[in-house]
């Protein structure tokens, strides 16, 4: 796969533009990594990850290349969005497009910044969305169970399966349930993947709220919004939009002390990044030398040969062996020579099913 794409998704005035302006300035600052704004609303990123400062270190790599995440900024969504409200039409069809959906929900009260619904009260922004995401994909599957029923008649095996897993659809939509809380198999998301679903889409929670929220605990909003997560698997990250744009104008160790000073371990969009690779279970190998280090984004479970395509197509298909190493080992031992000398690079083969951090160079022929 290519980059992880996250659409940033909310009511008006929650936050969410400010996350965004503060996204792209923390990859604009930093001169170690690709970012580009392609358009005004997407930004990428690179996914923090201390492991390649070491290996650049220990190889003395001319260019270092981490792992990145584009982020949309998808204007705030309103009421009606489904029925083409407030440009809702546009913004549905940039969701359909990202892998992960990062919804901001305001937790905190300000009365310098008005709400849409003049009052705070973070399940209602979220339902007032989830509505509008449910409604959009109601009329997608309606369309499509309309254009079965002529193929249904002549008794069309995966026609039949289509449609009853799209019926099964309708009804929680009709109740106003996501799809992606109804439990379909792999089997039965990939047999519809072309209605490319919205509420569909994996979904974690941010939780936007004060600085003093931050470092003082959760509130109760914040505290609603993990408890509707929770009953739907889902991941809640709590995050100060405002803090993180401090933290954006700020270089590498400034950052770093600023945090310490808030009892802070991590940035926001740390969490938030690893957040989003965990909803999509995935993970990255590394490629080490002299001319450059550089992490790669699979899937967990991916075979040595399908990672090695990741790369390039002629590796793949040329695909002999995999040279790997752990991480930590090689770390341990200082270079690949020593661990190869321990007995800890290993030969694989074609089936070896890749781990995060393995460090790896391919065998091939073309």
């Excluded at 965004?20 to 300035?25: G, M, R």
């Excluded at 923390?26 to 005004?40: L, S």
């Excluded at 074609?350 to 022929?365: L, S, W």
Aim: overall charge negative; some cysteine; hydrophobic content about 40%.
């Amino acid at each position: 796969m290519s980059s992880l794409e996250v659409g940033i998704i909310g009511l008006p005035n929650v936050g969410k533009s400010t996350l965004f302006n503060a996204i792209t300035k923390a990859g604009a600052e930093a001169a170690n990594y690709p970012f580009c704004t392609i358009e005004p609303n997407v930004g990428i990123v690179a996914v923090p990850d201390a492991r390649l400062d070491v290996l650049t270190r220990m190889y003395n790599s001319k260019k270092t290349t981490p792992a990145t995440v584009r982020f949309v900024d998808i204007a705030g969504l309103v009421q009606g969005a489904s029925k083409g409200e407030g440009l809702g039409n546009k913004f549905l069809e940039h969701i359909r497009q990202v892998d992960a959906v990062a919804h901001v929900v305001r937790c905190f009260d300000d009365e310098n910044i008005t709400h849409v619904s003049a009052q705070i009260n973070p399940l209602r922004d979220i339902e007032t969305i989830q509505t509008e995401l449910c409604l959009a994909d109601l009329e997608i599957v309606d369309k499509k169970i309309a254009g079965l029923v002529r193929v249904l008649k002549s008794g069309n095996k995966a026609a039949k399966i289509e449609n009853e897993i799209l019926q099964k659809i309708r009804d929680a939509l009709n109740e106003g349930k996501p799809a992606r809380n109804i439990g379909l198999t792999d089997e039965e998301i990939f047999a519809i993947r072309e209605t490319n679903l919205l509420t569909l889409k994996p979904t974690l929670y941010v939780a936007n709220v004060s600085e003093d929220d931050l470092t003082g605990g959760k509130n109760s909003y914040v505290k609603q919004v993990e408890e509707l997560a929770a009953k739907e698997n889902a991941q809640t990250v709590m995050i100060c939009a405002k803090v993180e744009s401090e933290i954006a104008e700020l270089d590498e160790d400034e950052a770093k002390e600023f945090l310490s000073d808030l009892g802070l371990e991590s940035s926001g969009l740390n969490r938030l990044i690893n957040a989003a690779f965990e909803l999509l279970g995935l993970m990255t190998f590394l490629t080490s030398g002299p001319d450059e280090c550089r992490a790669w984004t699979i899937k967990k479970g991916t075979p040595a040969v399908k990672a090695a395509g990741k790369i390039h197509s002629d590796i793949e298909r040329g695909f002999i062996r995999a040279e790997i190493v752990n991480y930590d080992d090689l770390v341990k031992y200082g270079s690949i020579a020593a661990a190869r000398e321990k007995g800890l690079v290993r030969l694989e083969g074609k089936d070896y099913i890749m781990q995060d951090g393995d460090v790896t160079y391919f065998r091939f022929n073309v």
